[in-house]
């Protein structure tokens, strides 16, 4: 049995078996159908740690990334600075190895900083109360309309969802809506949208997939004289450091992607879906909750809380069936808040809406392109029925540089669009770079 | 020090919180701008240091000492694999970024792929799962989208053994089934004759079943489940969370189970951070593997692709392709181990809760007297009839002895139930000092019951008012 990976030596084995009263390993297992037991399997030889590293850092190097400052791609997952201490205090083997906090004594860590994560983006969104976290962006939408319609008095369950909404979310939804049945429409931005009396809540997105910053007044004030519940989705909250945030527009339900508040793109995952709403809905909302208590000295905890809404309890009855979530991604969002602060959002914020704009002025002189005029952070939307955006990615990564998404191969509808994003590592002299090459690529 | 948010240490600054800052900047209107200012605090890197490291300390994790709860296979987590996981060159890939530029990750997610489906008997797996819960209804969406394309959509009831993890009904009414209960007999297993009831009563689309069960005990009938399931048209679905008692041993595949989810964050030894993230990819037998979500890796002409090709997917349950960075920790973990590696991996856990379950049988009530897999559970029910004290007291006192508790009042079908899975990391030692403890609190019972009715109070807080924390809800800190 030795071997460096088990602790217990060959003495300590056999003092176990012994006691178990066996001879054999086999014994233990006779409950198992023999002609299935010890199945072939191909063999994987076991490397120690250095042949490992070595094997994962070659695996590494067949991505081929470019430093964030030469990529342009965003729509929804952007390349942020980290302070180092995200990393380090992350790192922490009392964080990252424990389990859920079912055992709040033992737990108070965990609670207290998933406490600390729903008060910031309570906050941040301009809402009362906060989950303490959701798969990603796409499920967090799937489950906030879910949720609408377990509030919604209505007897249909009909939801629209207006604007440019991320293929990917709505690719999660559709799937999901093969279980729910739901009567769910999507629809372009338009100022003069009738809304039926008859939906239970529409969905706006702030900003939207285009990176578009839109008046919601008018829809919401419609919405809200039909009765209708109103879902806010952020893809980017680092946008609510400057603009109105969707309580003060008074949504009632909003969700969104947290994932670019302190944590890196990672192919995508893992992410940070979260939701936050209004007090009055909180037997609704789908996740785990933490919330503030007191031990029989009067002394001040944290708990798990209103449980009764969750699968461990009421099984199928549950507000949804989401037990493990990302909880570590909580903490990192909740660390990189404290790191920056009030101000140090507010300038992020301003830092990237006015790169935003650099990138607008300097795409401008692109004869070829036309530019979205609608107000736009981090990502910009760009037209064209000239240039073939593929052939110009690949023209711009063999300058060094990466292009944005080929809005065209995501949907049909977006023929001739594409969307190019700045990042907190966008630099001016990057942008002119872009144009320059872009230039090149037109004039080639 | 004390365990208070950030937001209340800086009370007083949040309390006069400057304005919103840009009120004046260019190119937003008036009506698009923030009114109410952020209400965060101002911390130097010294004060956010001190503050998340003491938190730290107020947690217990496999780190600190033993972690012996059930059905959640709290193994030792490998430093190399978070190193690893890290690096730039996988953490700074953006999704949309092409795949000639990710071929290292497709190709990793290739082989985990094909890993993971020879070990468990499985064609493919995806990875789009975030967690288990979210196996489970992706497993279910394609035993839905298989029984409409086989034309009988009027399937639309699954069944679930009483001892199942809540999860499973849970996922079964968010997939749109009805959900039935099978009720366990006395030896552990599933009533057979229930199960036949039920299948003749009802258009039945699946049974789920956890193997071994979370009462640590293999279904010795499963082989018989399975054919009397697949004779009514229902197909068999695997819930993973138990899976560390098989791996080398059995496969899922072989048992007669056509979906399998895995929880990577158990069987694996990727962490649990504290409540994710997780892993939980879907294995299916080759009849299933065109429902699967998609895209699904391929290799092709000498390059891993995204094949986006199957019409009869299910879609996508995930944004992207899943939480990759535990799916790299796990493609790790098993080049570490090697097939050796793993099978003894499953014995050591199994090996380890049997021994547990030896030493601990007399003090406890053990409901069911047979060997047991990875994990077994005890009743303190005779304990709390004789002296009133409860399991949650058995499992405050153990706080106050440095060990994190079982899982308790779970299974439900247990009462006053503690579910133990020791797993294969822990030594002989470890275990004898459990025991050791486990049997002075069987003493302290009789002899001290106040011990255990206040404990704990060696942490920063006591048993906490739960029941307050509903009827007042105070949910953050500023509300």
């Known amino acids: ?444 | 020090m004390n365990n208070r948010p950030i937001f209340y240490k800086k009370e007083d600054e949040i309390k006069s919180v400057a304005p919103v800052a840009y009120a004046d900047i260019n190119g937003i209107p008036d009506e698009l701008k923030r009114e109410n200012s952020l209400r965060f605090p101002s911390l130097t890197e010294t004060e956010v240091s001190r503050h998340y490291t003491y938190l730290s300390t107020l947690n217990h994790g496999v780190d600190s000492g033993f972690y012996p709860l059930g059905s959640c296979t709290m193994k030792y987590n490998y430093k190399v694999l978070e190193k690893i996981a890290a690096a730039d060159a996988f953490q700074h890939v953006h999704p949309f970024d092409s795949i000639e530029n990710t071929q290292g990750l497709l190709e990793i997610l290739y082989k985990t792929d094909q890993y993971l489906s020879d070990i468990f008997g499985y064609e493919h797996f995806t990875f789009q799962p975030a967690a288990g819960a979210h196996g489970e209804y992706t497993g279910l969406l394609i035993i839905r989208a298989y029984h409409k394309d086989l034309g009988q959509s009027d399937r639309d009831v699954v069944l679930i053994p009483d001892s199942a993890h809540g999860t499973n009904p849970a996922s079964a009414v968010l997939a749109g089934y009805r959900v039935r209960k099978i009720p366990t007999n006395e030896e552990g297993n599933l009533k057979l004759d229930i199960l036949k009831q039920e299948l003749g009563k009802y258009n039945v689309a699946a049974l789920m079943l956890t193997n071994p069960s979370t009462l640590g005990l293999f279904e010795t009938q499963i082989l018989e489940i399975a054919d009397i399931v697949h004779d009514a048209g229902g197909l068999l679905y695997y819930d993973g969370a138990n899976a560390n008692a098989l791996m080398g041993l059995i496969r899922p595949g072989d048992m007669g189970f056509d979906v399998c989810h895995l929880n990577l964050h158990k069987t694996f030894g990727t962490p649990h951070g504290g409540g994710g993230p997780g892993s939980g990819p879907v294995g299916v037998k080759k009849l299933l593997v065109p429902f699967l979500p998609k895209p699904l890796v391929d290799f092709v002409d000498g390059q891993y692709i995204l094949d986006d090709s199957s019409k009869k997917s299910i879609g996508q349950v995930h944004g992207f392709y899943g939480n990759v960075s535990v799916v790299i920790k796990t493609f790790a973990y098993i080049l570490m181990h090697g097939t050796q590696g793993l099978k003894m991996a499953s014995e050591q856990a199994i090996i380890n809760a049997n021994y547990l379950q030896e030493k601990l049988r007399n003090l406890y009530k053990l409901p069911f007297d047979r060997r047991c897999m990875h994990e077994f559970v005890l009743s303190a029910s005779k304990v709390k009839k004789e002296f009133g004290i409860s399991v949650l007291d058995i499992a405050k006192t153990l706080i106050d002895n440095g060990i994190h508790p079982p899982t308790i009042y779970f299974p439900q079908i247990v009462s006053e139930c503690m579910m133990i899975e020791p797993t294969e990391s822990e030594s002989k030692e470890t275990l004898d000092d459990f025991v050791e403890i486990m049997t002075k609190i069987r003493d302290e019972i009789e002899q001290n019951p106040d011990l255990l009715h206040n404990a704990p109070v060696s942490r920063i807080v006591g048993r906490l008012d739960e029941a307050k924390a509903v009827k007042e809800p105070k949910l953050t800190a500023l509300n």
């Not at chain 1, 990976?5 to 086999?26: A, C, H, M, W």
């Not at chain 1, 008074?250 to 979260?274: K, M, Q, R, T, Y």
């Not at chain 1, 989401?322 to 140090?344: D, F, P, V």
Request: proline share 4%; with cysteine; glycine share 8%.
């Open chain 1, 1 to 444: 049995m030795q071997s460096s990976l088990f602790p217990n030596s060959n003495d300590e084995q056999s003092e176990i078996f012994k006691t178990i009263g066996v001879k054999f390993f086999s014994e233990l297992v006779q409950d198992l159908p023999k002609e299935k037991l010890n199945p072939d399997l191909n063999v994987i030889d076991a490397l120690n740690e250095k042949e490992l590293s070595q094997e994962l850092s070659c695996l590494g190097e067949k991505n081929f990334i470019l430093a964030p400052n030469r990529s342009f791609l965003g729509g929804g997952i952007y390349y942020r600075f980290i302070p180092s201490i995200v990393d380090y205090l992350t790192s922490r083997s009392e964080f990252y190895t424990a389990y859920t906090p079912y055992q709040p004594e033992m737990s108070q860590g965990t609670l207290v900083s998933i406490f600390e994560f729903q008060t910031y983006m309570a906050e941040l969104t301009g809402m009362e109360i906060s989950n303490a976290s959701l798969y990603d962006g796409a499920t967090a939408l799937a489950e906030s309309i879910i949720m609408a319609s377990r509030i919604s008095p209505k007897k249909e369950k009909k939801f629209l969802i207006v604007g440019a909404l991320a293929p990917h979310y709505r690719k999660v939804l559709d799937t999901y809506n093969e279980g729910l049945n739901y009567d769910i429409k999507y629809l372009e931005d338009d100022d003069n949208l009738e809304l039926d009396e008859e939906l239970s809540s529409i969905v706006l997105m702030y900003p939207n997939y285009f990176g578009q910053v839109l008046n919601n007044d008018k829809i919401i004030n419609q919405a809200k004289q039909k009765g209708i519940g109103i879902i806010m989705g952020v893809p980017n909250p680092l946008a609510l450091g400057l603009f109105k945030s969707p309580g003060e527009y008074g949504a009632d339900i909003v969700f969104g992607e947290a994932v670019s508040l302190g944590s890196n793109p990672s192919f995508g995952g893992p992410a940070l879906g979260f939701i936050t709403t209004k007090t009055d809905f909180v037997r609704h909302i789908p996740g785990r909750i933490v919330g503030e208590t007191i031990d029989k000295n009067d002394k001040v905890g944290y708990v798990l809380t209103f449980q009764t809404r969750e699968q461990h309890i009421r099984r199928e009855r549950a507000t949804s069936n989401i037990c493990s979530n990302q909880g570590l991604m909580a903490l990192r969002t909740t660390m990189y808040l404290s790191s920056l602060g009030k101000e140090g959002i507010e300038n992020l914020a301003k830092d990237i809406f006015e790169k935003t704009q650099i990138l607008k002025n300097k795409l401008s002189a692109i004869s070829d392109f036309v530019i979205d005029r609608n107000l736009s952070f981090q990502d910009v939307l760009i037209s064209s029925d000239l240039i073939d955006f593929n052939e110009l990615n690949r023209f711009l990564r063999e300058r060094n540089i990466q292009g944005g998404i080929v809005l065209s191969d995501q949907d049909a509808y977006w023929d001739g669009l594409y969307l190019l994003s700045v990042n907190d590592f966008t630099k001016e002299s990057d942008i002119d770079d872009l144009v320059c090459a872009i230039e090149g690529f037109i004039n080639e």
